[in-house]
């Protein structure tokens, strides 16, 4: 099955949660301290960065969506360092300032990429049941398309069946990230996402994938669940709903870094894609392959549209190739996501030879992505003659995308690509021949723009015409 991203633009998710502060002190790790038995670390980096549900939020707003975040914190500088970095990030949140209380925050100490502590700084939870965030929710639940509650057991959602019968009425789906063995408090939510070790700490050990199901569909009946989502670290996730079979998403992680807050990257893309009028399967889909990317990350992190387009196209092999127009400006936004350079060259290509094989290459080596524009048949027969192309567009584009050294293949049907080129604006733009950097078409666009003109040689004795006019002599 085909997976696409939808647009996440118009999506409106409403966060309700625990939020914290993460602090990551990071340093080298290089001596025995000769106090106790544990590393020296000497600190030469600070990094804040909004967790919890914060962290579910600032994935949501990475993706595009319209966000709002509530929570409760409490009156401190954590507090207001949270949300400078949310506003910043695009988040709207809505924080009731307890006085008296400590916002969470959760110190890890990384030496050589490794959490070597975690420091934990946390409000008595009775302190955080004293405000109800009901009405406060109510006023913000109006316009939402999808909620999420992102229960991290630390006080905020203490009346979460409160919040989940608000919102079944007001017909609004409701994704719940779990914290607590008691999933009667989310008894009617669309969706629970646990991760393994949280699924069993309720229904108990699981020791094969049929029993996890049987457990799974017991647990759904209880509790009225519309689905579950289990999340099982490298074994990917199982997607569980009534009356369709159970579906095993299996892991896309090549390597894993970090795992930490994968879970709230697993929410947030499930949210925003169900949203976006994707299936319970397609969003599962999305978010599978977003946990993929996250975890390779270290600390909790965010996953872009980008990334997330470039994962799904190698998945489903068409990362390179012959693309429309259309889709070329797309996989070159996603380039320039990812901080490679640009370059693009174009010409005929009607019978190939090794002449364009090692001008193609060095092409390539003057960047990361090499795109080739390429003269559609009309606009070849208008340069070359009648009698040409040899071979048709197709044909010529389908050799060219076989090449290791070309990621995309786009035709033009005008008689220069300056249009194409202008759209596109590569870093480097390479002509093969003797021309002037300021004589190729599209040129003068690049340069002004920041890029570079690069004329490569022809290889002697290498020539499409040459190869025709010695296939016709030894016909006759």
């Not at 159970?246 to 795992?259: N, W």
């Not at 969003?283 to 549209?305: D, F, M, Q, W, Y």
Request: hydrophobic letters at 45%; charged letters at 20%.
């Amino acid at each position: 099955m085909k997976i696409d991203i939808p647009s996440f633009e118009h999506v409106r998710v409403l966060v309700v949660g625990d939020v914290m502060l993460d602090r990551y002190w990071h340093g080298e790790a290089s001596r025995m301290s000769p106090e106790a038995p544990v590393p020296v670390v000497h600190i030469n980096e600070l990094e804040e960065r909004p967790g919890g549900a914060g962290n579910v939020a600032l994935n949501l707003a990475a993706l595009g969506c319209q966000v709002t975040l509530l929570s409760i914190v409490g009156n401190d500088a954590q507090a207001h360092t949270l949300e400078s970095q949310l506003k910043q990030a695009g988040v709207n949140s809505v924080f009731h300032y307890l006085d008296g209380i400590p916002t969470i925050t959760k110190l890890r100490v990384i030496g050589r990429n490794q959490q070597l502590i975690r420091l934990d700084f946390e409000p008595a939870l009775d302190a955080v049941k004293s405000f109800n965030l009901l009405p406060l929710f109510r006023q913000h639940l109006v316009g939402a398309d999808i909620l999420i509650l992102s229960d991290y057991a630390k006080g905020a959602l203490h009346d979460a069946q409160a919040i989940i019968c608000a919102a079944k009425q007001a017909g609004v789906p409701i994704l719940i990230d779990p914290k607590t063995r008691d999933f009667g408090l989310y008894r009617g939510a669309t969706i629970v996402t646990p991760n393994q070790k949280e699924f069993e700490a309720v229904v108990g050990s699981c020791a094969t994938q049929d029993e996890l199901i049987a457990k799974g569909h017991g647990l759904m009946r209880d509790c009225d669940l519309g689905a579950l989502l289990v999340t099982q670290g490298e074994h990917g996730m199982t997607l569980l709903q009534e009356g369709v079979p159970p579906q095993h998403l299996p892991t896309r992680a090549r390597e894993v870094y970090d795992v930490t807050g994968a879970g709230d990257t697993v929410i947030a893309v499930l949210a925003a894609a169900l949203a976006a009028g994707e299936t319970m399967h397609q969003a599962a889909t999305l978010a599978n392959t977003a946990a993929g990317i996250v975890i390779r990350k270290l600390g909790a992190a965010t996953v872009s549209v980008p990334e997330l387009r470039r994962a799904l196209q190698r998945q489903q092999g068409s990362e390179f190739g012959v693309l429309s127009e259309e889709e070329l400006m797309v996989v070159v936004e996603d380039a320039r996501a990812h901080q490679e350079k640009i370059v693009m060259t174009n010409g005929c290509f009607d019978i190939l030879h090794a002449g364009h094989i090692q001008y193609l290459e060095q092409a390539r080596e003057l960047g990361q992505r090499l795109i080739i524009a390429v003269n559609d048949d009309d606009s070849v027969r208008r340069l070359k003659g009648a009698k040409r192309p040899i071979n048709p567009l197709r044909e010529r584009m389908t050799v060219l995308s076989a090449l290791r050294a070309v990621d995309w293949v786009v035709a033009f049907s005008e008689d220069t690509p300056e249009r194409l080129i202008k759209c596109v604006t590569p870093d480097v733009l390479v002509k093969g021949g003797d021309y002037a950097p300021d004589e190729v078409a599209g040129g003068q666009h690049v340069i002004a723009h920041g890029g570079i003109v690069q004329i490569l040689p022809f290889r002697q004795g290498c020539s499409t015409s040459s190869i025709i006019d010695k296939a016709k002599n030894e016909v006759v």
